[in-house]
Every structure is written in structure tokens, then in C-alpha cells.
């Protein structure tokens, strides 16, 4: 995903260091002059990557997962990057199926962040609100909210949903 404010552009992804283990959740920023690597995570411990950013008044933002010690199981996180470089890290979710963070917006102090959790019986579209976690569809359906998007007080989101979708086949 790519947000594109005044000072530059920035891009959410992921980074595979030969040196490291993993790969790293991490923002490109382009301030026209040169293109800057943000690390989220350090390639370490466990695999992430960032799927979306979105740059506010005061901070850069970015959504993802990370894999918890080691295993493949994808939890969901946002990261805040202040201007002094300063990044925090917040679990949105984690279990034993993937749960993935897939778009971030923030209104005045307001995170927002849709995703996909996984379990069972299906896959449930998710809208976190400053970290307080609504379903968006039944848990034996397949729907994945993929994109967000912010007008006034109005949250609109884009994704996929599948009612005959069974997971246990």
C-alpha cells in the first residue's frame, strides 16, 4: 500500500535480510531526494510484514501481522512511527489461526484497522476501533475486509464474502 503526503510517499511491506532469520514488517519513505527504510520488526524472533500504511498529522501508521517465537501463525498489529524514528507496536489480536491486519486509518485520535480472522469453521471479516474488535460476518462464512476508507463519521469498507463457503472441506 502506498500513502503519498506532503512530505514524500511511503510504501508497507516486507524485507528479507540475508543475515537474518526472517523477514521484517517495514515502511520505504521517498522524500524526493532518497528513499529510507523504516523497520518495524527486526527479522529476528519471527516473520511480519506491513500490508498498508496511511500517514497522519503527527505520526506515519502501518498495519500487518507478525508471527509470534517463531511459528507461522500471523497475529494482527499497527505500528506508529514518530517523526524522531520512534516506532510502537500494538497487538490488535493473536490465537492459533492466522488473524491479519490488512488497512489502517486514523481520524483525530482514532485508529482504525480491518482485517481477517481465521478459525474453523470460516474466515470473519474484523473492524478494530482503537483496538476493540467487532466482526463483521458470521464465523462460517468466508469474507476478508481488505480496504477502509474514512468520510465524515462514515467507515466504508471493501472485501470479499462467500455465504456457502465451508472451511472444513
Sequence with gaps: SVAAPEDGVY?????????DAYSSAVIWHDDGSAVERIDLTDGTASNASANDGFAGADAVYACGYVCQNGSNVQNAVWWRIDPDGT????????????????????????VYVVGDDWNATGIMGVLWTNGSESFLTASSNFAAANGLALFGNYR??????????????
Design 11 to 19: 510504501l508497507a511491506g516486507s524485507f528479507k535480510d540475508p543475515a
Design 156 to 169: 466504508y469498507i471493501a472485501g470479499t464474502y462467500d455465504d456457502n463457503y465451508n472451511a472444513l472441506n
Design 87 to 110: 516506532v510502537a507496536q500494538t497487538l490488535l489480536a493473536s490465537g492459533t489461526q492466522n488473524i491479519i491486519a490488512k488497512a489502517i486509518r486514523v481520524s483525530g485520535s482514532d
